[in-house]
């Protein structure tokens, strides 16, 4: 026997009433945190306060205590010399490869597998995803995250979301890959396809985060406020296009509780090891194919052919050419490879904006063919279009503002 | 034998599969976390059992895709038993979702879990009446801490499938 | 007094008699239904959601949502 949603209540009042007694509840410090934490007049400045407050840790902890403060000396001081030392072959395709410039004297320019490969890798990016994860973590499990979203609600409700979409975005700033699985917690389909499009364009994971912040730091901020602004302007956009229902917000709030410290570590350490599976092996990768590239004269092919397109159209060099391929396989190693190419800072900013939207990284294009082959199609034709607008709206922004 | 656990987002029932398994699930204090499921293996009576970690559900009629999973899992499973992992703060909710599993005929035992916290909160539940009306097996469990978790393995092969008029009756009628 | 849930303001209280029937299925598992005492616990400017408790239990919803939503205010 199946029964209504009415007879189903009827019924569970009739079994509270036997054998459930209410007794007096005292509220205490943490139902007072909680309902302090989901008022707007209080909730709103906390939560500026405490997004301020991860990204400065994230950046102490991650670029100036860890990259600048032990691993550059490290790689620069150490490994750098010691490799183009002991490596046979100097001036040859192979020291090429895998060392990269013979007179290089520091772990960015040098570009070989090994050397700027092994840095980007364990130097930059390892210690920003720990952090990330960490302080992610840590929000999650003191269940800080439904709270968010119900103060980021009524942003996220006009681009044809709801406040949920925080969770998946915040993911994605430390890695697309979850944060296209997590795109799973949005209820319809227009919702789903408008968050995985524009977290596959618009969304820089921490690797790249961590990286910029290494190698453009006087920059990054403009960035950042590109691709913050993109998110909002093409979420509009795709809002107002795609088809389907808008949300309706209903998430359950719980209480605040203590973080496990097993919980923690096990999670992080599985984003870590996650990360040593997926993300070393494609820096490496990506790495090699593109100094193979150079050697072979492709990419000074493609940066010919599509010249006008670079140049005239997005105000770029044509030398992007090269770190755009890279960027394909990984957006960190693409951010470290154009930080040494020659350009006024304008163009510097345009290119990685280009790097970040142009097309996800392989591991997050698989994760979209995952998650529905007739979705990732449609934010690819999203991505093409929004791409070559956007790219040529910042080049003429830059030619309005005079420092194109 | 197959083991579904099933429950409302955030009730700690992750805990609980690395609890009964011994593997490693990681929970997060906010629903939609275990977006695919894991499966697990545990003893029951010195005998294998497949575990699976069902993604939090609110109901049985899904409002997002995890839930959906959630659903199409339990539907897949016909001849599997529940183990229904509810907050003993929000009982009536928790039964709610229980209730929808047992009216589609699945045998099943009741973790009220978090049971410290409504003990603090001064609910008192009584679980040999619950037990009486519902008619399956009702344990309260503190996960975290692993009280209860070798009581409700014990009992869930005592687990099987109730009929809803019985627990009509059992409560004094509907109205 | 009845009123939407939408329209009620900080820390009042009531109880639901009536939730339009499309709705219902879906804040059924979250516990709200008719006859459930439910108190406002805040509501985000600018048209955002409002948040309210259920016995033990706190909820956010839509305004879009909360409209649809009749309680019988405590006197």
């Not at chain 1, 949005?186 to 977290?199: A, G, N, P, S, Y």
């Not at chain 1, 790249?208 to 901020?221: L, R, S």
């Not at chain 1, 142009?358 to 979209?368: E, G, I, L």
């Not at chain 3, 219902?24 to 598992?29: P, Q």
């Amino acid at each position: 026997m199946k029964l209504t949603i009415d007879q189903r209540w009827d019924l569970i009042d009739k079994i509270a009433k036997q054998t459930v007694t209410f007794g007096e509840y005292r509220h205490t410090l943490k139902d007072a945190i909680g309902e302090l934490t989901i008022k707007p007049f209080t909730g709103i400045p906390i939560a500026i306060a405490v997004m301020y407050a991860f990204w400065s840790i994230f950046s102490s902890f991650a670029g100036t205590l860890f990259t600048d403060g032990f691993m550059v000396k490290l790689f620069d001081g150490h490994f750098l010399p010691w490799m183009q030392d002991i490596f046979p072959g100097a001036g040859g395709w192979l020291y090429y490869i895998i060392v990269g410039d013979p007179l290089a004297n520091n772990s960015f320019e040098a570009l070989g597998v090994l050397t700027s490969g092994f840095f980007v890798a364990i130097g930059v990016v390892l210690p920003a995803i720990f952090i990330f994860y960490l302080m992610l973590a840590l929000l999650e499990d003191m269940g800080y995250m439904p709270r968010l979203a119900v103060l980021i609600d009524t942003v996220l409700h006009r681009i044809g979301l709801h406040g949920y979409a925080i969770v998946p975005t915040i993911l994605s700033l430390g890695c697309n890959v979850p944060g296209v699985a997590a795109t799973r917690i949005l209820e319809t389909k227009k919702q789903r396809f408008i968050m995985m499009t524009l977290l596959a364009i618009f969304i820089p994971c921490g690797a790249q985060i961590g990286i910029m912040e290494e190698v453009i730091p006087d920059t990054m901020g403009w960035v950042l406020l590109y691709l913050i602004t993109g998110y909002f302007i093409f979420g509009y956009i795709l809002n107002k296009i795609v088809p389907g229902k808008s949300p309706e917000f209903l998430i359950d709030v719980p209480p605040y509780r203590k973080p496990m410290i097993s919980n923690l570590s096990k999670k992080v350490w599985g984003r870590i090891v996650g990360f040593f599976k997926v993300a070393l092996p494609f820096v490496l990768l990506g790495c090699g194919i593109v100094n193979v590239l150079y050697l072979v004269g492709f990419i000074d092919w493609v940066g010919n052919v599509f010249s006008p397109v670079f140049v005239l159209w997005f105000g770029v060099p044509e030398a992007t050419a090269g770190p755009l391929i890279a960027a394909f396989l990984r957006k960190d190693l693409a951010v470290a490879q154009l930080s040494v190419i020659e350009m006024t800072p304008y163009q510097m900013i345009s290119a990685v904006v280009l790097v970040s939207i142009y097309f996800p990284c392989v591991a997050t294009f698989a994760m979209m063919i995952k998650e529905g082959v007739k979705e990732m199609l449609g934010a690819l034709a999203v991505l093409f279009v929004v791409v070559f607008l956007y790219g040529g709206l910042i080049h003429l922004i830059g030619i309005l503002l005079g420092v194109a | 034998m197959n083991v579904l656990l099933m429950g409302h987002p955030n009730v700690g029932k992750s805990v609980f599969f690395n609890r009964l398994t011994g593997a490693n699930v990681t929970e997060s204090n906010y629903p939609g976390t275990t977006v695919d499921f894991t499966k697990g293996w545990m003893k029951i009576d010195g005998e294998d059992a497949e575990l699976v970690d069902v993604p939090g559900t609110f109901s049985l009629d899904p409002k997002d895709k995890a839930e959906e999973v959630a659903v199409a899992m339990l539907h897949e499973n016909k001849d599997a038993k529940v183990i229904c992992v509810i907050d003993a703060s929000k009982i009536e909710r928790g039964v709610y979702l229980a209730l929808e599993i047992l009216e589609e005929g699945y045998p099943m035992v009741i973790a009220l879990n978090m049971w410290d916290a409504a003990v603090d909160k001064n609910i008192l539940i009584d679980i040999n009446n619950l037990q009486r009306i519902l008619g399956v097996p009702v344990v309260s469990t503190v996960a975290i801490s692993g009280e209860g978790i070798k009581e409700l393995t014990l009992k869930l092969k005592e687990a099987k499938p109730i009929k809803i008029e019985d627990i009509v009756k059992n409560a004094g009628g509907l109205t | 007094m009845e009123k939407k849930l939408s329209e009620m303001k900080y820390e009042e209280e009531g109880i639901v008699t009536d939730i339009e029937e499309t709705l219902r299925k879906k804040v059924a598992g979250m516990g709200i239904r008719v006859g459930k005492r439910l108190k406002m616990i805040t509501k985000q400017p600018v048209k955002g959601p409002v948040v309210v408790a259920v016995d033990e239990a706190i909820t956010s919803l839509g305004l879009d949502v909360a409209e649809k939503i009749i309680v019988e205010m405590k006197s």
